[in-house]
């Protein structure tokens, strides 16, 4: 009888689910993501996750730890030197699983197991995300302009009329020399019509 006993043995004996179990952990840590069912995804996170967060502490003690489940040394070794560093910050929640569908011929529902800090796509996304900032379509103030005091709003409005006064005298002043420069070509064609009307006059004397 099972009395109690609530986790999944997988249809396994204990000897081939626990090698079935480590081999699919040195599989993940090596390849960073696998393809396999939701049941098996679920039994692995729970063998796979005590072992990362052993690997933050990197002691004789630890190495030897996580050797006796994974059995395997080039999985060991990635662990410590690659993945650590990478889940180093991370609270634990290492894995992801992504359902995939149901597979054909026994129709068990699949999946696709990942390390988190290794989808560099996700990662630069939720990145991105974080960045942008909203903008309403109401035209409110934003609480940083809601902050800002009367006063420092005065001194904005008194410099923004000081601004516009000395463009007015700017554009006064380019008024009084475009009249000025064209008074002065007007003066030689008043000369000119001069100088020819005396030199008709003393043509008709």
């Given amino acids: 009888m099972r009395h109690g006993k609530k986790f999944n043995h ?20 090596m390849h960073k993501r696998i393809n396999t069912t939701v049941a098996k995804a679920k039994a692995l996170r729970k063998y796979i996750e005590p072992l990362l967060t052993k690997s933050k502490t990197d002691d ?24 650590a ?14 359902k995939t569908g149901a597979r054909l011929g026994d129709n068990a529902e699949m999946c696709m197991m990942e390390l988190v800090d290794f989808n560099e796509l996700l990662l630069s996304e939720t990145e ?31 410099e923004v009329v000081e601004e ?4 007015e005298v700017k554009a006064e002043a380019a008024v009084e020399e475009v009249e000025a420069k064209a008074e ?12 020819t009307k005396e030199d008709n006059k003393k043509k008709e004397d």
């Fill in 60 to 83: 004789t003690n630890s190495r030897r730890v996580v050797f006796s489940y994974l059995q395997d040394k080039e999985s060991v070794t990635e662990l410590f030197n690659t993945v």
């Fill in 85 to 98: 560093g990478k889940i180093a910050n991370r609270p634990g929640g290492y894995t992801r699983i992504i």
């Fill in 128 to 158: 991105s995300s974080k960045a942008k900032t909203r903008r309403s379509r109401r035209g409110g103030k934003s609480k940083a302009q809601e902050e800002t005091p009367k006063a420092e709003t005065a001194e904005v409005k008194e």
């Fill in 164 to 167: 516009a006064q000395v463009e």
């Fill in 184 to 195: 002065e070509a007007e003066a030689p064609k008043e000369e000119k019509e001069e100088e």
């Fill in 10 to 29: 997988l249809g396994r004996k204990t000897a081939h689910r626990s090698a079935m179990l480590s081999n699919m952990a040195s599989s993940l840590i």
